[in-house]
């Protein structure tokens, strides 16, 4: 085979090449970037997003109990020495906040203040709402933050270990116009001491504590 046929093949080629990397440079393929293989066992780190509201209202699903002892047991009332609000930081956002209820407040507790104040571990320092006997009306406490916050965790402090009143509660966090259901959880059963919701968690996690 002569010389003159193989040069003008491998000039061929080159022209076809030159041609191939123009029309990628022109159609935005540039110059390649090497790919970088993820190194053994990495992961990608899942960050949760926390829900944000103004309001958290913690309500029964429980209207009205037949057997309960007296009337409160029966109205199926709100009756918790604590609602502890967290941001995602973990900065307690909850003391002292404007707390409303469906009914109004027992006696012992006015305008549903102990709900909010910070005391822990006194079962004698609780909220409480009232007790009206109503068969239709599903009781609540509604806090509010003052406006729209990030939340990462909510705690539940019941009266007492136990204490039956709280079995059928739930917590929601709610919108900025106080009705938006955000985020809300399973509602409780089997009563303990200490009900933690923590929405910060990768996997949002309900715990449980017995009173120590």
């Known amino acids: 085979m002569s010389a003159m046929p193989m040069l003008a093949g491998v000039g061929l080629m080159m022209v076809c090449c030159s041609s191939a990397s123009v029309a990628a440079m022109m159609m935005g393929g540039g110059e390649e970037t090497p ?3 993820a190194g053994a066992g990495a992961t990608t780190p899942v960050v949760p997003t926390v829900p944000s509201g103004q309001y958290v209202q913690v309500e029964h699903t ?6 309960g002892y007296d009337e409160c047991e029966k109205s199926r ?4 020495q604590e609602i502890e609000v967290y941001d995602k930081s973990g900065t307690k956002i909850s003391l002292n906040v404007g707390v409303s209820s469906g009914k109004g ?12 104040d910070g ?5 004698e320092n609780f909220g409480h709402t009232i007790c009206d006997l109503d068969q239709g009306h599903m009781d609540f406490v509604k806090l509010d933050l003052g406006s729209s916050k990030e939340i990462g965790k909510v705690i539940l402090y019941n009266r007492g270990d136990g204490d039956g009143r709280i079995n059928g509660t739930k917590v929601k966090i709610l919108g ?28 949002p996690s309900w ?5 120590s």
Do not use: C, E, R
């Open 105 to 116: 407040f027992h006696g012992v507790d006015p305008v549903g203040a102990k709900f909010v």
């Open 207 to 211: 715990q449980i504590t017995p009173m």
């Open 35 to 37: 790919a970088t293989a």
């Open 119 to 123: 005391i822990v571990g006194n079962a």
């Open 176 to 203: 900025t116009d106080g009705t938006t259901v955000v985020k809300q959880t399973p509602a409780i059963s089997g009563a303990k001491y200490k009900h933690v919701y923590d929405f910060s968690a990768t996997t």
């Open 77 to 80: 009332i709100i009756n918790l």
């Open 62 to 67: 429980i209207a009205y109990d037949a057997g």
